[in-house]
């Protein structure tokens, strides 16, 4: 397991990805918007790059919760990882679910938000490695 204070620069670094996954998901909302006059769709692929962003922040606090609770034992981290993912998963289902469903959000304007919300901690996170 890595040290303390490189678990405290990876955390920062996960939540600089947040919040660039939640600045640019207001962006995406406010280009879809002036392309196509249409506040469904922005607000669609708003709620598709928020979900994605919520996912981020769900990994960074899961990530957290697991180095407080676990003894390194390698089977209690695999369990902290295992857990995590499942609840991660759940929410970005029933946050999907609940857009698509629920308040009848253009399905592809929400996929296509949640796609982009998606890539941007990737290449985010290039860019920092080639800093």
Same mark, same amino acid.
Do not use: D
């Given at each position: 397991? *890595? #040290?303390? &204070?490189?678990?405290? @620069?990876? +955390? +920062?670094?996960?939540? =600089?990805?947040?919040?660039?996954?939640?600045?640019?998901?207001?962006?995406?909302?406010? &280009?879809?918007?002036?392309?196509?006059?249409?506040?469904?769709?922005?607000?669609?692929?708003?709620? $598709?790059?928020?979900?994605?962003?919520?996912? #981020?922040?769900?990994?960074?606090?899961?990530?957290?919760?697991? +180095?407080?609770?676990?003894?390194?034992? *390698?089977? &209690?981290?695999? =369990? $902290?990882?295992? %857990?995590?993912?499942?609840? %991660?998963?759940?929410?970005?289902?029933? &946050?999907?679910?609940?857009?698509? $469903?629920?308040? @009848?959000?253009?399905?592809?304007?929400?996929?296509?938000?949640?796609?982009?919300?998606?890539?941007? *901690?990737?290449?985010? =996170?290039?860019?920092?490695?080639? %800093?």
């Amino acid at each position: 397991m *890595p #040290g303390l &204070s490189e678990f405290a @620069k990876e +955390k +920062k670094q996960g939540y =600089r990805l947040v919040e660039i996954q939640v600045a640019t998901a207001l962006m995406l909302a406010m &280009s879809v918007y002036f392309y196509t006059q249409s506040w469904n769709i922005a607000s669609a692929s708003l709620w $598709g790059a928020l979900t994605a962003a919520l996912n #981020g922040l769900s990994l960074v606090r899961g990530l957290e919760k697991i +180095k407080k609770n676990q003894n390194y034992q *390698p089977h &209690s981290v695999l =369990r $902290g990882v295992i %857990r995590n993912s499942m609840e %991660r998963f759940f929410v970005v289902v029933l &946050s999907l679910f609940f857009a698509m $469903g629920g308040l @009848k959000l253009s399905a592809a304007a929400v996929l296509c938000g949640f796609v982009v919300g998606l890539v941007v *901690p990737i290449v985010a =996170r290039i860019l920092m490695i080639k %800093r």
